[in-house]
C-alpha cells in the first residue's frame, strides 16, 4: 500500500503502513537484572503494538514483563531476567494502512561467566537453541521413498555457526540454510540413511548439540536385485521431445530415479544429491514411465516433451539394489543442438558470405 500526504494545519505529512529499517536484533541481558525491549518499527499514523515471546503473545497479567509507551505499547520491559527470559520475541506494528514485524533474540546469561572488556560486560553469550527447536520431534520413524526433513535454529551473540554429523561424521550433503534455520533434508533410498543425525551449534562462548534419529523400515515386500543397468546418450534439436533410456535387470520392479547434474552457476536445490563429490537435481517424477519388456527386464524412461539447450548435460540413471541398502547408477549424455531450421539458416547464410568474399575478391585481382 502507498504512502499517501495528508495535511494538518500547514504541513503536510505522508501516512503509509508501519515500517522498520531492522528486521532482526540481538540483545544480552544478565540474571537478576531488568532490560527494556524497544521496538523499531514507526509510521503515520503511529502503529500500535503487538509483543509475543516464542510465538506465545505476552498477557498483560504476566508478573515480570511489561508494556509501555502509553497506549501504543513500544516498549517491553523485563525485570529480574532469568534464563527462561531467553528467546524470539516479536514485535508487530500495526496501523490502519498495514503491518510490520520486528524479531528481538534476548539471550540471559550469568555475567560471572562473561568475559570483562575494560571492567564491563561483553554483550556476548553461547548458543542457545530456539523453543521451536527443543520442543520438535527428536525421533522419526519412516519409510522408503519418504522425505526426512529436519531443521535446527539457535541464536547467540555472536551468531553461531551450525554444522551436522551423522553418526559422528560431518555432513554437508542436502545440508541448505533459510530463513535462519539450517535444514537436513533428503529422499530415503535405503537403511543406511539410518542413524544419529546431530545439529551443533558454536561460537566462541560455547557449543550446543540436539540430536535427532531417523529408523528407516524395512521393506515388506521382496527387494528387487539389480543385476545390469545398460543407457545409453542421446541428441536432440532444440523443442524436440528428448527421451533417455535405462534398462535395468531385476528380479522385481526396481526403483530407479532420474538426476541431472547441476552446473557450477546453478543454484543449490531441497531435492539435490550430491554423487562423487558432484551435485544433481532430482526430477520430476511425473517426467519418467517403466515398462516391464522381459520377464527380468524393465526400461525406465525420462521423457523431456520440448528439449531446451539449458536441459542438455550429464543424467544419472539411478537404481536402487538389494533392500535398497546399495546403490547401482549409470551416467549418460542428452545433447541438444540448435534447431535444424537454425542450422540451415546459418548454413545457407555462411554460403552467401563466402560467395560474395569470393566475387570481391576476384574483382579485386582482375582490377
Partial sequence: MYARPFK??????????????????????????????????????APMFEWSKDGTPIDFRWERHFVSDRLHGKFLKIKHLNEDDTGIYTCKGINGFGSSEVRINLLVVDPRSMPDMDGVKADVAPPVFTHQTQISEKYYRQK?????????????SPQPEIFWFKDGTHIDRNVHFQNGKSTVEFVIFGTA?????????RNLFGVVNQTFTLEVEQPSEPPAVVTEVVSEDSTVYVQEMATLHCKVTAKAIPEIKWLKKLEPFEMEQASTLKVQNERYRI???DQTQIIKTGAKEYVNKLVIPDATLSDGGTYICFVTNSGFDNLIYKSLRLTVQPSKYFLLHCYQFAKSYLAKSRNIFITNFIS
Fill in 193 to 201: 540413511d539410518s542413524g544419529s543425525y546431530k545439529c551443533s551449534a
Fill in 283 to 285: 526430477m520430476d517424477e
Fill in 144 to 156: 522408503l521413498k519418504e522425505i526426512f526433513k529436519v531443521s535446527c535454529e539457535a541464536i547467540g
Fill in 8 to 45: 494538518h494545519k500547514n504541513y503536510f505529512y505522508f501516512a503509509g503502513p508501519p515500517h522498520t529499517d531492522e528486521t532482526e536484533l540481538t540483545k544480552v541481558g544478565h540474571i537478576g537484572d531488568k532490560i527494556k525491549l524497544a521496538c523499531p518499527i514507526s509510521g503515520n499514523p
